[in-house]
């Protein structure tokens, strides 16, 4: 099957410019995660869908970052002043769903990494 | 809240056992374990559900203790393949919350 695409790989901005990410999740899958990956860090997550509810967004710095996901399929991710620290790999997860009550395995995209200067 | 993980890195050579604690303030339902290579997105490795069970991936195994809200990752005859970063998902409420990360090297 097809894993998780995301798009794009790379993306260089200045300060105060805003930029968004575009996530394609794995057909079927209903939860779809959002991560900022710091680099030397772990992955923080910064809002989880499940279809297109959304679950958990208390981590999302909600004055600059917004998320949508369209129809309970794709998802995009914008940012908008971007700063400084917002630089790292933001990465894109899918998952089945639930399964016993928990969540099942994530399938992580390639991410994308952003450099603000 | 984020899980806590020990320690920070530890290097290894071929062959040898290491183990990767997680630990969290809250309870847990299940536990999650993934590996990034660098450069490279997190694989799955294994879940565990409360209930004290175990899994194992290669030579690979974890436990997950809920009463201690701890789990383990255990690495046995370590190959040179098992280097990379060690990632526990704590789960609570639905939501998927990842450690800082052990850094496993394992040299020849």
């Known amino acids: 099957e097809a894993g998780v695409a995301q798009s794009p790989r790379y993306k260089i901005i200045e300060k105060r410019q805003s930029v968004a990410f575009w996530c394609n999740p794995i057909?079927?899958?209903?939860?779809l995660y959002w991560y900022q990956q710091i680099l030397g860090q772990g992955p923080k997550l910064l809002i989880q869908?499940?279809?297109?509810?959304?679950?958990?967004d208390s981590q999302l710095p909600k004055d600059r970052f917004s998320a949508e996901r369209l129809k309970g399929v794709d998802s995009t991710l914008k940012i908008q002043p971007a700063k400084l620290e917002d630089s790292a790999v933001y990465l894109c997860?899918?998952?089945?769903?639930?399964?016993?009550?928990?969540?099942?395995?994530?399938?992580f995209g390639q991410g994308t990494r952003l450099t603000v200067v | 809240q984020q899980p806590v993980q020990s320690p920070q890195a530890v290097i290894l050579r071929e062959g040898e056992d290491a183990v990767i604690n997680c630990s969290s303030s809250?309870?847990?339902?299940?536990v999650h374990w993934y590996r990034q290579k660098h450069g490279e997105a997190p694989v799955f490795l294994m879940i565990?559900?409360?209930?004290?069970e175990q899994k194992g991936h290669e030579k690979i195994s974890a436990s997950f203790n809920e009463k201690k809200q701890q789990s383990s990752l255990y690495l046995t005859a370590s190959q040179l393949s098992y280097s990379g970063t060690y990632f526990c998902?704590?789960?609570?409420?639905?939501?998927?919350?990842f450690g800082a990360g052990t850094t496993v090297t394992v040299r020849a």
């Open positions: 997860a899918s998952s089945q769903g639930r399964w016993r009550g928990m969540n099942t395995e994530a399938f």
């Open positions: 057909s079927g899958h209903a939860t």
């Open positions: 869908f499940q279809n297109n509810g959304v679950v958990d």
């Open positions: 809250k309870a847990l339902y299940s």
């Open positions: 565990l559900l409360k209930g004290g």
């Open positions: 998902g704590t789960e609570k409420a639905y939501k998927l919350s």
